[in-house]
């Protein structure tokens, strides 16, 4: 069971390549980074993974089968995007933010609906703000709600087994620094306990180092390496594409980071 983009390309409205062939093939179970400077493409290729845009050449398929043949609302029961904008234009409370995510359900609803909400509130933080109206709240208390809409949509096992997928495009961007290792922590476990895709659009290296298990690496738009995130985020590559050096450390509990110095000249 696989996410695949294969020679997927996607050019702008000028002939602005976007995305040139991109190939790339995500696996079930594993937490996968997509990381690269402002311009990479980053973004278009979680729109690409996630079907809300089709690449101009090439394709994207889900389990050998192109994206774009799917019904929505069968894929809707497969993966949950979570995209950088998530403003709600009526005066929703959270819980009835997060129960959008239970919509794709509705025709087969679980024994507990109500239950996978609360818990999913619970995950991310935000069951306190249940009664709260939506528009009321701090940036990243908006995007923990999000989150847990995301989650809930996929929270449990599919019949038959077939994967699920959560699709985030900088869900880190508004939460302060411990909400943001929360987060990270949550989707970790949501990959490696619940055999969920989770594929993320990230700017933090080190968020990167600490809580994924692969990085897909972007530069002007080409994919510069896949793999996993010790072997792809070396101090060399980093210096290159990002103009930064780096200087590799070791915390407390062994887990490798980087400390920045000055930018290249």
């Given amino acids: 069971m696989t996410l695949q983009c294969i020679d997927a390309r996607v050019v702008a409205a000028g002939g602005r390549v976007l995305l040139g062939?991109?190939?790339?093939?995500?696996?079930?179970?594993?937490?996968?980074?997509?990381?690269?400077?402002?311009?990479?493409?980053?973004?278009?290729?979680?729109s690409l993974l996630s079907a809300q845009r089709r690449p101009d050449a090439g394709q994207v398929l889900l389990d050998g089968q192109p994206l774009h043949a799917l019904a929505p609302g069968a894929l809707a029961l497969r993966r949950a995007v979570m995209p950088q904008e998530g403003a709600v234009a009526f005066d929703f409370t959270v819980r009835e933010v997060a129960e959008l995510g239970r919509y794709p359900h509705r025709r087969q609803p679980a024994a507990d609906e109500s239950g996978i909400v609360a818990q999913a509130l619970q995950a991310t933080g935000v069951a306190g703000l249940a009664q709260r109206i939506f528009n009321t709240l701090s940036g990243g208390e908006k995007a923990r709600v999000h989150l847990a809409r995301t989650l809930a949509q996929v929270w449990a096992p599919l019949p038959g087994g077939a994967a699920r997928w959560l699709l985030l495009d900088e869900p880190t961007a508004a939460l302060d620094l411990a909400h943001q290792h929360q987060a990270l922590r949550l989707l970790r476990e949501r990959a490696h306990a619940q055999g969920c895709g989770v594929v993320a659009v990230l700017h933090d290296l080190n968020l990167a180092l600490r809580?994924?298990?692969?990085?897909?690496?972007?530069?002007?738009?080409?994919?510069?390496?896949?793999?996993?995130?010790?072997?792809?985020?070396?101090?060399?590559?980093?210096?290159?594409?990002?103009?930064?050096?780096?200087?590799?450390v070791r915390g407390r509990d062994g887990a490798v980071q980087y400390l920045f110095g000055q930018a290249s000249a």
């Fill in 21 to 46: 062939g991109i190939s790339a093939t995500l696996r079930p179970g594993r937490f996968t980074a997509i990381l690269g400077p402002n311009g990479a493409g980053k973004s278009t290729l979680l």
């Fill in 211 to 248: 809580y994924a298990d692969d990085v897909l690496l972007l530069a002007q738009g080409e994919a510069i390496s896949l793999g996993p995130a010790p072997e792809v985020l070396t101090p060399g590559r980093i210096e290159r594409l990002w103009g930064i050096a780096c200087t590799q």
